[in-house]
T-cell receptor
Framework: QQQVKQSPQSLIVQKGGISIINCAYENTAFDYFPWYQQFPGKGPALLIAIRPDVSEKKEGRFTISFNKSAKQFSLHIMDSQPGDSATYFCAVVSNFGNEKLTFGTGTRLTIIP | EAGVVQSPRYKIIEKKQPVAFWCNPISGHNTLYWYRQNLGQGPELLIRYENEEAVDDSQLPKDRFSAERLKGVDSTLKIQPAELGDSAVYLC??????????????FGPGTRLTVL
C-alpha cells in the first residue's frame, strides 16, 4: 500500500538554479508533511515540515508548498548549491491511532557547477 | 549533544546465520524506532517503542526478526536466520515522544547488512 508517491526519481540542477521535488499522498488523515535529507552513509535528517492548515512554509532557501485539495506537496530549493546534493524524502505522518512516519521513494538530487 | 549511535556500521554474513544490531538513542528520548531501508527506497518502519513497550510491531517479520529495548534505553534488533532478501540498511531513530512529535525523528547512521 503506497501512500506517498514522489517524483522525480532523480534530478540534476545547475548551481544557482531552483530544485523542485513533488509528492502526492492518498489518504487525507495525515497531520504533518516533513521532508528529510539524506547524505550517503548517513541517516535521514529532518529538513523542513509543514502542517496541513498552512499552504507554504519557508526556511532559508527551502520552501514547502502544500495543496490540500490536490493532496500534493512539494519542496523547492532556491539558489541550489553543490552541498545540497543528496537524496530527499518526503513523508507523511498520522498522529491519530497508530503514529507512523511513511516515507516516499526518494529523489536523488545532483547540483552541477 | 550526541546523536543516535548504532553498531556495527557494516555487517556481512552468510544466509541462515544470525545477526544483531544495537542502537543507543539520544538521551531522554522515550520513543525509539527501527527502520529498514532497501537500496533506492525510503525507510520502512519495522517497530516502534514507547519506553520499553513495543507499541507498533505490525511490520516486523516475527518469524525471523525480534527486538528488545531493555530499561527503555538501548535497543537490539535481531534476525535469525538471515535471508538474502534481508540485505539492506537498518536504521534506528529516536524522538522525544509526545503528541505531535512523531515527525521529529533523529536517525542514526544505520547498519548496512549484506547477506551472501
Amino acid at each position: 500500500q503506497q501512500q506517498v508517491k514522489q517524483s522525480p526519481q532523480s534530478l540534476i540542477v545547475q548551481k544557482g538554479g531552483i530544485s523542485i521535488i513533488n509528492c502526492a499522498y492518498e489518504n487525507t488523515a495525515f497531520d504533518y508533511f516533513p521532508w528529510y535529507q539524506q547524505f550517503p552513509g548517513k541517516g535521514p535528517a529532518l529538513l523542513i515540515a509543514i502542517r496541513p492548515d498552512v499552504s507554504e512554509k519557508k526556511e532559508g532557501r527551502f520552501t514547502i508548498s502544500f495543496n490540500k485539495s490536490a493532496k500534493q506537496f512539494s519542496l523547492h530549493i532556491m539558489d541550489s548549491q553543490p552541498g545540497d546534493s543528496a537524496t530527499y524524502f518526503c513523508a507523511v505522518v498520522s498522529n491519530f491511532g497508530n503514529e507512523k512516519l511513511t516515507f516516499g521513494t526518494g529523489t536523488r538530487l545532483t547540483i552541477i557547477p | 549533544e550526541a546523536g543516535v549511535v548504532q553498531s556495527p556500521r557494516y555487517k556481512i554474513i552468510e544466509k541462515k546465520q544470525p545477526v544483531a544490531f544495537w542502537c543507543n538513542p539520544i538521551s531522554g528520548h522515550n520513543t525509539l524506532y527501527w527502520y529498514r531501508q532497501n537500496l533506492g527506497q525510503g525507510p520502512e518502519l519495522l517497530i516502534r517503542y514507547e519506553n520499553e513497550e513495543a507499541v507498533d510491531d505490525s511490520q516486523l517479520p516475527k518469524d525471523r526478526f525480534s527486538a528488545e529495548r531493555l530499561k527503555g534505553v538501548d535497543s537490539t534488533l535481531k534476525i535469525q536466520p538471515a535471508e538474502l532478501g534481508d540485505s539492506a540498511v537498518y536504521l534506528c531513530a529516536s524522538s522525544p515522544g509526545g503528541q505531535g512529535a512523531t515527525y521529529e525523528q533523529f536517525f542514526g547512521p544505520g547498519t548496512r547488512l549484506t547477506v551472501l
